[in-house]
């Protein structure tokens, strides 16, 4: 939810510095980092789920609004198409990496080079990720604060929804399954790791603070994650279920349910009383649907923000098609498992914007908002991101369940463990941040060494059956088939 | 000071008084970093030397000169528990004369534990003379050298398993029956009052250990789940590095703490001070043997353990058989108790004077510098040696250490302490130990009847 802030400089450096301007949506500000740093301070930076799940890295050339007078909800710019495309896609560094995505569908129709076609559209998704959060954040001014809230805890994570669904599609569950385990581990150590130790770095006198209240709910939820996932997969392996298969299946369903329900719970709980017990320490809670109207206001239209929604939506879904299709070539090629490849390397890349808020954020003493992208993130996946892609699973008739087997399982546990450990002192220091990242160096290199028969099977069997179910003719995809047929025979 | 005049330097001159005094001597010792200076803390010794001067600060760099026979008398003839000393030569003899591997094993146990404590005192008396950081740092290493060298001794003999069970048994005994009995004495001690003690060192402490904790789950569960890419090589591999990394951490903890102590971690009711401060007060401090004495008997005190533990890692085997109990129960149990006995002691001792953070350094210090240095040392050095030590501690002792933590840890968060909470530790290690005595080790009966190289 950060575009609004850069509004709020923007009209605050107006009625300061400027007189009376007319409405150029494209005109650039110069000093418009320093003037972000101090609006952030009203921003509500508590609701994790909401305000924070994908802020913004400053962008020192985000073209601003000018007006004198306050920018409302309702009062809209109306921007022509070239106005909007140069808001939405021109104003960000990191879309410099949006060439990748159509460069990875034209090598995939040229090579069969499976690797490159993933590194590529993984890169391509990267900006496409946070462009979507962008649009979520423009839309949600016009929705009012809970319709806004529900939009970001929705489409916060929408990237690895998508990937997921798509891959639930090709009925690679295993993974589905791992994908975003390896999202949330990365949110959990690896992101918060970066923050709190670059935090600590630049602020080295003072032991840093944040909301324990909000930290500890979350490691709450997190817990109750974790048990979701935990019974199924134990039932599984001391072979006690009633039905051979199916009840873990039943299990996992109504467990997902469950969970869901929990989630919904949390998201009303954040919504009415946030105000009252959740004050982030040092600063106002204020929530995204306050129209300061002054300070805050969209960039481009409702009608802009649904189109550009649908259109980053249906970029990501492509873009998607082509990562699972070549992650088990990817893994051939590069000689890493389909587990690590899923676990560790996809998740860092595609988060990589949250990632670098994260950071940014800490290093101006806003840890809530870190807490908020790194924690919330994490506990969205968890208690709402894993349990809708079991209902989509059931709802496509796939069995996707939530015995995430017993290696990731326990993984997911002593993570959460030490993770909801750390948080409970409601302080951070550089040494607790470089802890979580040598622990996620740790549990990466548990899943370099780790081989998941479960995946390997799957994917090979499914992912190949699909490539040369689209392109029968092409007759140079043969060999690296039969070569995947090869290597899963061996494994 | 106050009893005594101008006095020549005459080291060997005893006082009568001592035992009040160096006890308010050790208030102003560094309190707070576990790993450094409370590692090894001195026991009132009734016959403790100490130079005096007729007011002026002794510096570090004023050394009282012993001759030889002072610095024996200094060292060895100082304190009560030097009387288990013999019971070291007194071993070997047994060895040579009869065949009786279960009073080799005892008697080398009963001779290491006071050549244990007074290499603690060797590493104190050196650390004046070094100045706060590498004094802290030799702390940090020969707390546990005692641990250490009956460690490399087992790897050496490639008794892997043996290592990992001892370390472990280290790990337990202090967290649970040492920090359990320092908490009851303690609270006994002070009936009405609850005892507070620094919850940021504490809590960082515990971060540590889960941290250890999950370097030890992973190979384990890899192995477990059979899951591993190349059977056997990728637990290696990963333990390996997972130690690579863990030294790291302990690394930045050392320096993390000899940076910062002074801001955030101070004891509780008391300033933290460091060995630096040491060298100031110096009308409360002041080495009682020369650098160089200091060196040299570490260097002996060294050398004595380690022909002991030599016998003791020979006779692990026939010690089990002749008393009937498993290898496991030796090194997990009986083994750490004995070893640690001078630690447990003083850590009593400094909860009964309601000096509950020394308590915990020398508690939990220990068990972090085990499980954060010591453990994946010893795989480094088995690494080096071509042994093939991992870091998996099969499923029943990683079980056992993960619950502990977890119970450790969740005690220690709250940051006071009663006779309550030390009894419901102490009740725990009952549990522990009953679990090992009950509990067969496979891989340490194949190890042991392997022939050693």
Redo the contacts between chains.
């Keep these: 939810m950060k575009a609004k802030v850069f509004q709020k400089i923007a009209i605050k450096m107006t009625m300061e510095n400027k007189g009376q301007v007319a409405v150029q949506p494209h005109l650039e500000m110069g000093p418009l980092e320093d003037g972000a740093m101090h609006d952030l301070d009203d921003e509500c930076l508590y609701s994790s789920e909401m305000d924070a799940q994908k802020t913004h890295p400053i962008h020192s050339n985000q073209p601003v609004l000018f007006s004198g007078l306050p920018v409302g909800g309702n009062k809209m710019t109306r921007n022509g198409v070239y106005k909007s495309i140069k808001t939405v896609v021109f104003s960000n560094k990191l879309n410099l990496l949006m060439p990748f995505g159509p460069l990875a569908i034209m090598v995939h129709k040229m090579t069969a080079s499976n690797g490159w076609v993933f590194f590529l559209s993984l890169l391509g998704i990267t900006p496409l990720a946070e462009r979507l959060g962008y649009a979520t954040e423009q839309l949600a001014f016009f929705t009012g604060p809970t319709v806004g809230g529900l939009l970001n805890a929705t489409f916060g994570n929408a990237t690895e929804l998508i990937i997921s669904i798509y891959a639930l599609k090709s009925g690679m569950t295993r993974v589905v399954q791992l994908s975003l385990l390896g999202s949330i581990l990365s949110n959990m150590l690896l992101v918060l790791g970066w923050a709190f130790f670059c935090g600590g770095l630049v602020h080295y ?1 003072k ?1 840093q603070v944040f909301s324990k209240a909000t930290a500890v709910v979350n490691s709450g939820l997190l817990l109750m994650a974790v048990m979701g996932l935990l019974f199924p997969a134990v039932l599984h392996y001391t072979h006690t279920e009633r039905h051979v298969g199916k009840s873990e299946l039943a299990l996992s369903r109504f467990s997902s349910c469950v969970m869901l329900l929990a989630y919904a719970a949390y998201l009303v709980f954040q919504l009415k009383s946030h105000k009252d017990s959740y004050v982030p320490v040092g600063e106002e809670g204020s929530l995204n649907g306050e129209n300061d109207d002054d300070d805050e206001a969209p960039e481009i239209s409702k009608w802009e923000s649904i189109i550009w929604l649908a259109i980053m939506t249906a970029w990501i879904s492509i873009l998607s098609d082509y990562l699972v299709d070549t992650i088990e070539g990817a893994s051939d090629a590069w000689n890493v ?1 389909v587990a690590f490849i899923s676990v560790i390397l996809l998740p860092i890349i595609g988060n990589a914007a949250e990632h670098a808020s994260a950071i940014m954020f800490a290093m101006k003493d806003k840890l809530d908002i870190s807490l908020g992208v790194a924690i919330g993130s994490s506990t969205q996946i968890s208690m709402f991101g894993i349990p809708f892609c079991v209902v989509i699973g059931w709802i496509m008739g796939q069995e996707m369940d939530l015995n995430f ?3 990731e399982t ?2 997911l546990f ?2 959460v ?2 993770v909801a ?2 948080l ?2 409601g302080t951070s ?4 941040g ?2 979580l990242i ?2 996620y ?3 990466a ?2 899943f ?6 479960v995946a390997a099977d799957q994917v090979s069997t499914i992912a190949y059956g699909s490539i040369a179910y689209k392109y029968k003719a092409k007759l140079h995809l043969l060999p690296t088939f039969l070569v995947s047929l090869t290597t899963a025979a061996c494994s």
């Design positions: 006198g032991e498992p087997q017993l290696f326990a993984t002593i993570t463990i030490v450990f750390f409970q002192e220091n550089y040494f607790k470089l802890m040598l622990c160096l740790i549990v290199a548990s370099f060494v780790h081989e998941d028969p």
